[in-house]
């Protein structure tokens, strides 16, 4: 049984930092894809960044309003995927969601791509 449990976020001024995190664990595959999504009051679902679980894998960041804000890694030691935010807006203000999917050689944002998914933690960004 795959579970995937993101932690991390909370209420933050706008041009602050928060860092989410997401452990997959149950998890057969050693490779997968992991990623970040969110959804904002009102609106779809978005991808935010997806990476390998392959040493040196490069990131895939698919929105780009974060682009130059936003990294997402993976340490594989903690079994663990981050996602450092760093100078938030309000309209990064969602619920974030950490997922899990199978790797067939390239990570794309697209939902169904991604089997097993978190509950979600929310951000918040005040102006």
């Known amino acids: 049984q795959v579970q995937v449990v993101e932690s991390g976020g909370g209420l933050v001024q706008a041009g602050g930092s928060l860092r989410l995190s997401c452990v997959a664990s149950?998890?057969?595959?050693?490779?997968?894809?992991m990623g970040w999504f969110r959804q904002a009051p009102g609106k779809g679902r978005e991808g935010v960044a997806v990476?390998?679980?392959?040493?040196?894998?490069?990131?895939?960041v698919d929105s780009d309003s974060v682009k130059g804000r936003f990294t997402i890694s993976y340490d594989d030691a903690k079994n663990t995927l981050y996602l450092q935010m760093n100078t938030l807006k309000p309209d990064d203000t969602a619920m974030y969601y950490c997922?899990?999917?199978?790797?067939?050689?390239?990570?794309?944002?697209?939902?169904?791509?991604?089997?097993?998914w978190g509950q979600g933690t929310q951000v918040t960004v005040s102006s």
């Open positions: 997922a899990a999917g199978w790797y067939g050689g390239t990570c794309r944002a697209w939902e169904n791509e991604y089997d097993y």
């Open positions: 990476i390998a679980t392959i040493e040196g894998s490069t990131p895939y």
């Open positions: 149950g998890y057969t595959y050693s490779r997968r894809c």
